[in-house]
């Protein structure tokens, strides 16, 4: 009992802290017109790479990047990972225009739209309508519900979906995420369908959309699988509020691009500096640009220039240059 009220004070202590990430954001409102469609083309990519990339896809990101941004192919790269950026674009776009709606305005129609459009040209037939075949996930032996169920499913999950509910947004995003991919509704584009879904949720409630990165993918699965062998949301919740509080953490960045490098920094930084990381490289600052513009090293990049280098981004570089001593 403890340690489910010490989980419960946990995802709260996290939860309020995202509300009032959100109140800051808020407090900059209306935000620049120029920043704006800058972060909205770098999320557009950010949520297209990783959430195929979590499917499998292997379109790097700056190749997602070429595919949606400019229409280009890529030698190497199948036709289906060239649909699956362009079609997550489409469905990104599509739930965009959902955004100014409330979430008890929300049909089954409009998820049916969403994998419809994750499926165009992919899987014609089965796009846009429920499964009639058993499906089974290829990294774990949960049960998924049998296809005869999936139509009753789906109106339950509408009613809970608009029904009252007073949860934090981002908690009510992270259940409807959970709950729709556990039904697995569609042939393919579950979970395309599923965070596409939350982040309608997140967008409603003036919130930024969630990224799962690809290094987080792992993770992701593990606690799926957990909380649906019934081992709770708890993991689950938490992946998922943390990725909200990276997004948000974006926006803040974004919104102060000239703050000055910390002399030391601190290790509890999310985000660093051009000057702050060659400081703690010991190199000069444009050897850092070139890291980035190489891709070795990732960074925020917003209207061409780069405006912060994530504290994960950094560590893993960081290993990257350790094993190659």
């Known amino acids: 009992m403890d340690d489910k009220r010490s989980l419960r ?4 202590l996290k939860l309020n802290l995202l509300t009032q990430k959100k109140q800051r954001l808020d407090g900059f409102r209306p935000l620049p ?8 083309e770098w999320f557009k990519v950010e949520l297209t790479y990783t959430s195929n990339a979590i ?9 997602t990047a070429l595919v949606i941004e400019k229409g280009l192919t890529v ?21 965009k225009t959902l955004a100014g709606k409330k979430r008890q305005d929300i049909t089954e129609q409009d998820i049916l739209d969403i994998n419809r459009l994750i499926l165009n040209k992919i899987e014609a037939v089965n796009a846009g309508r429920y499964r009639t075949q058993h499906a089974r996930l290829t990294e774990t032996d949960v049960i998924l519900p049998n296809p005869v169920k999936v139509p009753e499913l789906m109106e339950e999950f ?11 947004t981002v908690k009510i995003g992270a259940d409807a995420h959970y709950k729709l991919v556990s039904i697995h509704p569609f042939s393919d584009g579950n979970g395309r369908t599923s965070r596409l ?10 919130y930024p959309p969630a990224i799962i990165r690809k290094e987080d993918r792992l993770a992701y699965i593990n606690s799926l699988e957990k909380a649906q062998k019934g081992g709770g949301v708890d993991d689950f919740c938490s992946l998922i509020y943390e990725a909200v509080d990276r997004s948000l953490d974006v ?7 000239e703050r000055e490098s910390l002399e030391k920094p601190t290790t509890t930084q999310r985000f660093y500096t051009t000057d702050e990381v060659a400081s703690l490289l010991q190199v000069d600052p444009e050897s850092v640009r070139r890291y ?5 090293l990732r960074a925020v990049k917003l209207g061409g220039k780069f405006i912060r280098i994530d504290k994960a981004d950094f560590e893993r570089f960081i290993e990257q240059l350790k094993t190659k001593q």
Do not use: C
């Open 9 to 12: 004070s946990d995802a709260d």
């Open 33 to 40: 017109p120029e920043l704006v469609k800058n972060l909205d």
């Open 55 to 63: 499917e499998g896809n292997t379109l790097t990101r700056a190749e």
């Open 75 to 95: 030698q190497g790269k199948s036709l289906t990972e060239h649909l699956e950026a362009t079609n997550h674009v489409e469905a990104l776009e599509y739930i």
């Open 158 to 168: 509408m009613g809970w979906l608009v029904g009252d509910n007073s949860d934090h």
């Open 197 to 206: 879904l939350m982040n309608l949720l997140f967008m409603q409630g003036g």
């Open 251 to 257: 926006y803040l960045e974004a919104l102060q691009p």
């Open 292 to 296: 980035v513009r190489k891709g070795t």
